[in-house]
């Protein structure tokens, strides 16, 4: 499927809207309202929603709970994905704790830290691990996902060794640029570009 | 200025790999770096800096240090903007230790907290004070810009309360979708969407 990250990205925030739509039972929606969550143009959502070949549009609008499953095929989304998280500061307990993930497929099997004492004292239901054992982990739970959560200076480190134990695919809270090989899907969360984003609107 | 969104998001991305660029000494830089990081093609990335009305472009590709400073003056990203955090938990207080915002422009002028026990807990530079002081202190210091990082169920409250005081715009942290209205600029991290943008294109 040759969609532009554009697209991906404005599909999985509307996927997140389709779900919050069903679980309130409503039974429309709009390509307009899907525009103001995405901040785009109405066209935009439309032909975003075409180009993966999906109809299910009605006089009444799209179908939340069709649109939703569909979407969720296309990009495979409904699938549980196996993650884990390396840092258990605060940042990474928060994220831990960010109750949005529990339900939406995102299946955390291990946490990390390098400190033993941590490790100790972290109350958590997730298992967590002396950053030592991240490869080992990573490839005898077929870990997919990696959420990094580390120091700046630890974070390519990290990387690596999540890629090492063979996960596809990155998510990256430390604010530093990781380099990864062609193969692996990195995606940053940039604090400082989204308050930018929020500034340069006012 | 009519910018969509999209290309504003991918701006604010491209500014802060200028300023890591800067940071070391780089001078030039190409369309196709660009393109990498914000995740589109270079022709996207030409289109966006050409929209803007800008030149810089060589040979040797963008001058770093002009194209930074001619990005940050059209966006208004140079001047500094006053910033507040409401909800100091995790996610709240690593948010404040986030070291990028130091020095990026957004003054951390105030943090607020409904426990009056974590206020006077608390470890940090900034000035705290308890949520019902919200509005006042909004108000007295000319707060531009919000960060929410309270519990969903507070985040609806604490959004109006920031917007009363005179705030522009908001980041929400907390997975709760806030309303706003048309003039306030809003931006949710949605740690969710992020993770379904990694996850659909494995």
Known sequence: MSLSNNTIERICRIYGYLEYLEKNNIEYASSKEFAGIVGTTDYSVRKDISSLGLTGFSRRGYAVKLL?????EKL??????????VGLGKLGTAILDYESFRDDGFNMVAGFD?????????HTPIE??????????????????????????AAQDI???LIKGGVKGILNFSPV????????????MDFTAALRFVAARF
Chains 1, 2 share one sequence.
């Open 114 to 122: 390098s400190s033993i004492n941590k490790i100790e004292r972290i």
């Open 68 to 72: 939703k499953d569909q979407l969720g």
């Open 76 to 85: 495979k989304l409904s699938r549980t994905i196996k993650t884990c998280i």
């Open 159 to 161: 990387a690596d060794k």
């Open 177 to 188: 640029r990781i380099a990864v090989p062609e193969e692996i899907v990195l995606h940053n």
């Open 128 to 153: 967590v691990f002396p950053v030592g054992q991240l490869e080992d982990i990573v490839k005898q739970r077929s870990i997919e996902l990696g959420i990094i959560a580390v120091p700046p200076v």
